[in-house]
T-cell receptor, first 114, second 113 residues
């Protein structure tokens, strides 16, 4: 599975949009982009995933570039509770059997400030 | 709906002692996983299971054993704990197909002295 690169930390003002970038320049055509987050002292939490098209759910939006070499997770109105480490992961297929192949990097530590 | 529950939440062991970490999920998931998380490193997969009665090695399996006697439970055992096994352990589960995101427990903080 492809490796991802994320900035180690970011800041965002409460109420503003948080845009978290991820580079996955070696992604293959059948690899999905997944985003998880981990709030301090808790287990990781799934946010969203996508293959080619932009995706949106109740938590966030995922924008994937046309060449699929990078993506951006958007939290439209960040709150203090969104302070967490955000992980971008690429994985082959939607078959959960490939969860075993996930490579978790260090993610981006997002601080939402009042 | 409890989701994924890990017990215990905290434990201190002496070197050489043994213990079992229990993971229980109530979502009827086929797949279950055990990860460890250490400072400065991402989550690393220890063992996983694709169904009741089956287990397989992950990225860092040495020093650990697992069992999946019931679909809802996945046990992680340390036969002879070592200080290098001091870590935060996370259990996760997921469906085989469809909704393939993993659901994680709250973690077990283990210290081996």
């Amino acid at each position: 599975d492809a490796k991802t690169t994320q900035p180690p930390s970011m800041d965002c003002a409460e109420g503003r949009a948080a845009n978290l970038p991820c580079n996955h320049s070696t992604i293959s055509g059948n690899e999905y982009v997944y985003w998880y987050r981990q709030i301090h002292s808790q287990g990781p939490q799934y946010i969203i995933h996508g293959l080619k098209n932009n995706e949106t759910n109740e938590m966030a939006s995922l924008i994937i570039t046309e060449d699929r070499k990078s993506s951006t997770l958007i939290l439209p109105h960040a709150t203090l509770r969104d302070t967490a480490v955000y992980y971008c992961i690429v994985r082959v297929s939607e078959n959960a059997g490939n969860n075993r192949k996930l490579i978790w990097g260090l993610g981006t530590s997002l601080a939402v400030n009042p | 709906n409890a989701g994924v529950t890990q017990t215990p939440k905290f434990r201190v062991l002496k070197t050489g002692q043994s213990m079992t970490l229990l993971c229980a999920q109530d979502m009827n998931h086929e797949y279950m996983y055990w990860y460890r998380q250490d400072p400065g490193m991402g989550l690393r997969l220890i063992h996983y299971s694709v169904g009741e009665g089956t287990t397989a090695k992950g990225e860092v399996p040495d020093g650990y054993n697992v069992s999946r006697l019931k679909k809802q439970n996945f046990l992680l055992g340390l036969e002879s704990a070592a200080p290098s096994q001091t870590s935060v352990y996370f259990c996760a589960s997921s469906y085989q197909r469809g909704n393939t995101e993993a659901f994680f427990g709250q973690g077990t903080r283990l210290t081996v002295v």
